[in-house]
């Protein structure tokens, strides 16, 4: 019931991040989940032929563990690489005892509504924004953007000076931006420069790559007591999350 709680506030996740944040083998994953599966509380949604599936808490599993969020609806593949990404960044953070608030629960929370505003040389765009989860710290919560692919320079410098203003006004401790490889972690990095953030002490903002994020998530889990309960509590990042997080 705890995994399938966790899928409810993260949305659809492979097996091996699931399993991963859960303290759990891989068989025991998959076990968990054909039992979860039977029980119509989870269904599958199958990859590309030899890549696996991702795992998703129906609306009956949803209303099952009491988690305020809706259930998510199985995903276009278009959506899928995102989807894991957002899962293995969760079980970066579970795995390692951090609280969290997944993917689900930001979408259901209207605090995390947010306005973008930019200009290109299509014209004026208004769009509205949430960050993709984010991490609970000492009452405060610290926005994380997972970003794989490479968006316009203006929208992407929208997004940053959105989470700048949202920092500065005490919203949020902070940002975490996951990218899916190191020119677009340097791309950010650079107009975050310009919003006023940076990855030094104090500057507000952590970048790291998925590549790192999901091995010491592995790390994480193949150090702690196989368990089927998450650690809670935790508040200072091995490397260097004080930069971020509030004194």
């Known amino acids: 019931m705890k995994g399938l709680a966790w899928l409810a506030r993260v949305g659809p996740a492979p097996p091996d991040a699931w399993g991963c944040a859960m303290g759990w083998s891989r068989a025991s994953a998959f076990s968990h989940a054909r039992r979860l599966e039977a029980g119509r509380w989870l269904v599958r949604c199958p990859l590309v032929r030899g890549h696996g599936s991702l795992l998703i808490a129906t609306r009956q599993g949803v ?4 988690v305020g969020a809706t259930a998510a609806c199985v995903p276009a593949p278009t959506w899928w690489a995102h989807l894991q990404a957002c899962a293995w960044t969760a079980a970066w953070l579970t795995a390692r005892g951090r609280d969290i608030q997944g993917s689900r629960e930001v979408i259901a929370d209207p605090s995390w509504t947010g306005k973008l505003r930019w200009r290109d040389r299509k014209g004026h765009h208004v769009a509205g924004h949430r960050p993709d989860l984010a991490w609970l710290v000492d009452g405060q919560r610290v926005a994380i953007e997972v970003e794989l692919a490479r ?20 919203r949020t401790a902070g940002l975490i931006y996951v990218c899916g490889d190191e020119p677009l972690a340097a791309r950010v990095r650079e107009l975050a420069a310009g919003q006023g953030l940076s990855t030094s002490k104090g500057g507000g903002l952590r970048i790291e790559t998925l590549a790192v994020i999901r091995q010491q998530a ?30």
């Open 218 to 247: 592995l790390d994480a889990h193949r150090h702690r007591p196989v368990t089927t309960q998450t650690a809670t509590g935790g508040r200072v990042d091995e490397r260097g999350a004080e930069c971020y997080v509030p004194s």
């Open 63 to 66: 209303e099952l563990t009491g």
């Open 151 to 170: 968006k316009s320079t203006r929208r992407l410098e929208a997004i940053i000076a959105l989470h700048a203003k949202w920092r500065s006004t005490g």
